[in-house]
């Protein structure tokens, strides 16, 4: 394709890509990102060699594409233009697939998803419980488009809010409306982004820089994952937006080393992108130019945190130091830097177009939007979901998410991952939001929805947050350090009935200091998970103690 | 393990590329790695030279971060997970049958290197647990038994 010089030149390219596209034309669209660890490789194959066997090639298109968010039915895929949504299928499934599906219209009845409680079968997307709570937005083309391709992006109206802020807006209207729209950094603070960007575009350096933090190191967080992974181009966009408005020209995308997909799609986005002029010099014909450069991590949760994640693409150990100077004054080589989560930026084109009232309809008060959740333990609907935040738990749980998994009794929700909280039953009609359980902090966090059946032990749980702790933190300041060694030390003694009873009050003694005296979010959060389940399930601690008994029957020592 | 000989001219077009370049230590790091399959000790003085650092920093900088190794790795990774879904479905069982099966602990190299078994802190495939991932496959709701039929497929 050739170098795009002008808005209109995106348009006409947009037109010319949706012309070509035939919407009564048959397309499989299957998962090749999460359900890859389930057989979707074999199963994709298999429908192309059944394709070309008999000659349907133009006729049909087996599309590769990002994450359905249906991780617990996977392989998953959903056939156009019926919206027939087929699980858990195999390659064994496929010829019967092609020939009754695809080549007679019927419905194959044991590939349909049916509710574990009542039986009752869904066979389109659209009316399947998972899928009907959620509001897709930023998801809209995660699991429709095949992320390896920039037109399919360019089809559902991609690049028209760079467009659009490039023609019609100067940078102070791009981040009024940011602001404007309330939304918050997705990592898991909720510090109002277009705040961020307003200090950066008024901070003294040059040259500024912007990171695109991709290093989701929370235990049970997938959402940045799926996100690269399966529609790359909307991070690419926002970053652009993001860049224009605080005069930036080069970004960087930080990406966990245990991604190696994303990374591969991040860079073939980038490289058709360049290759279209919508990165690199004089984009769409304006004096805006901007260059997104990718760092793969090397294996360090620490390096989610914003100072952190500065010395870590500088090349230096990846350790936080204190703030201020907050980046926004004095980033990346000392000058002004913008961090945002990958979601964060996704968001961004969305609020151009849509507007930022739009945006604000949805959420609670202080909360703006909706947030990508990863969903999963002892549910029966794991996997990706995008919910306006303001949801109860409940909903989340319960319908969205099917309710507990085997016919289990549900115990808690572990919320927001090591920052975050374990939840009790009685607060399940507490919404998600920044911080909406009294006291307890932020709960939202990053999105982690992790939820525990009477089989799990509180104990184990905390424990296992704890030994987190203790093997990621980083070692620069004693609180943390030393703090995640003693916790998990009396974690493990209560684990194998060897607790004493002042055990609980020195926890949380402990879990309180390190939290007031750390120096970064590490130190700052770990302890909630811990601190919680000894509050919300105290008596569950006193029987490993007292009665050395684990009522769930997990901790070895105690079985 | 035998001491192997290095040869360390595969160095040269890594740091000719990167000279002077301190802030591209860890990219440069990883580019060692993927040629040597870790990162020789030999090489830490060299690449230090290059990048005008002092050893002890290249050094601060591998033993910091997870992903890097001073020791030779296996020619496949096995990375169990152990995020906090792959924890309650039980991965530590998956993880002592995998360590019996090959006879090393986590974070050890079998002797004829043909693995390495390292911990993941999450591997963000959490709606799968339990999960693992051998070099750049993953596999999902892995029981004990499938272990064998999974491991064989890798050399």
Redesign the interface.
Known sequence: MEKIRAPEELESLRETIVQKMDPAKTCVRICMT?C???GAGEVRDAFNEEIKRRRLEEKVEIRETGCHGF??R?PVIVIDPQDIFYQQITAEDVAEIVSQTLLKGNIIDRLVYADPATGEKFPFTSDVPFYKGQTKNVLHNCGRIDPRNISHYIARNGYAALSKVLTTMTPEQTIETVERSGLGGRGGAGFPTGRKWRFVRAARGDPKYLISNAS???????KD?ALLEGDPHSVLEGMLIAAYAMGVKVGYIYV??????AVERLKIAISQAEELGLLGESILGSDFSFEIRI???????VCGEETAILA????????PRPRPPFPAQSGL?GKPTNINNVETYANVPLIILRGADWYASLGTERSKGTKLL?????INN???IEVPIGIPIREIIFDIGGGIAEGGRFKAV?VG?PPGDCVPERYLDSVLDYGSLEGTGSIMGSG?I?V?DEN?CMVD?AR??AS?AR??S?GFCSPCRLGSKEMLDILTRISRGEGREEDLELLVDLGKQVMATSLCGLGGSYPNPVLTAIKYFRDEYEAHIKEKRCPAAVCEALV | MKARAIDLSKLDPILTKHEGQKEALISVLQEVQGEFGYVPEEAIERIADALKLFPSQVYGVVTFYSQFYLTPRGRNTIRVCRGTDCHVQRTTSLLAAIEQTLGIKEGETTDDLRFSLEPATCLGKCSLGPVIMVNRDYYGKIVPRELETILKRYE
Do not use: N
């Open positions: 999460g890859r660890a389930y991780c617990a996977a989701e190191g929370d235990p049970g967080s997938f994952r966990k080393a245990e991604y190696p997909m760092k793969e991590g090397a294996g360090t949760y870590s693409i500088e090349g230096k150990r990846g350790m080589w990863s969903l999963a333990g002892k794991a996997g990706l572990q991952g982690v992790t525990l799990s749980v296992h947050f987190f093997y990621e980083c």
